[in-house]
């Protein structure tokens, strides 16, 4: 392909968007999810577990909703690579992709095992109350696929930076919001 044909492609801006958003709730759950014992017991985790629990529902829907664009409506682009290199770049995404439905599958067992409130107003009866190993094992479960995601995402973003700034492609400027050209 010319490098005059792909400077034309892009995604549409909707798959644009639920990428960008996608990886802002992803970093940001993490960085939260890393963060939430350093709260004072009592209103204040509670607050910010409760934000972390909606902010994790809302890039559920997020998840679902861009599976299902992409799937329908969003556009289809050519491989930017081949051979070896198209075949890493697949299986990254769709690691990344198991492992942030896993991390949210989790995150969904990790607070019904545990049983929590939100914003002190909504109550979430534990599963098992007494069973403190299963409540530390889904944790650590839910922490672990949380690590494996962002380890994925720096690897996305590695590659994203590898075409721009190595192999001086327009990879990266397909999934760039705006539409003024990277350099």
């Known amino acids: 392909m010319s490098s005059d044909t792909q400077t034309l492609l892009r995604y549409d801006t909707k798959s644009i968007w639920l990428h960008w958003l996608t990886a802002a709730l992803v970093i940001s759950l993490w960085c939260v999810g890393e963060t939430i014992d350093w709260f004072p017991r009592g209103t204040a985790r509670t607050f910010v577990r409760s934000l972390h629990i909606l902010a994790g529902a809302t890039l559920g829907m997020l998840f679902l909703y861009r599976i299902w664009w992409r799937s329908t409506a969003g556009a289809r682009l050519p491989a930017a690579a081949t051979g070896l290199t198209q075949m ?84 990266l400027r397909r999934m760039i919001p705006l539409g003024k050209p990277v350099k």
């Open 88 to 171: 890493l770049a697949t299986t990254v995404h769709l690691a990344l992709y198991a492992a942030v439905i896993a991390t949210l599958l989790l995150g969904i067992a990790n607070t019904w095992v545990r049983g929590d409130t939100l914003f002190n107003l909504i109550s979430i009866p534990a599963f098992d109350p007494g069973n403190k190993v299963l409540r530390e094992n889904v944790e650590e479960l839910h922490g672990l696929a949380a690590n494996v995601v962002l380890i994925l995402v720096a690897l996305h973003a590695a590659a994203a930076l590898l075409h721009h700034y190595l192999w001086k492609d327009q990879v």
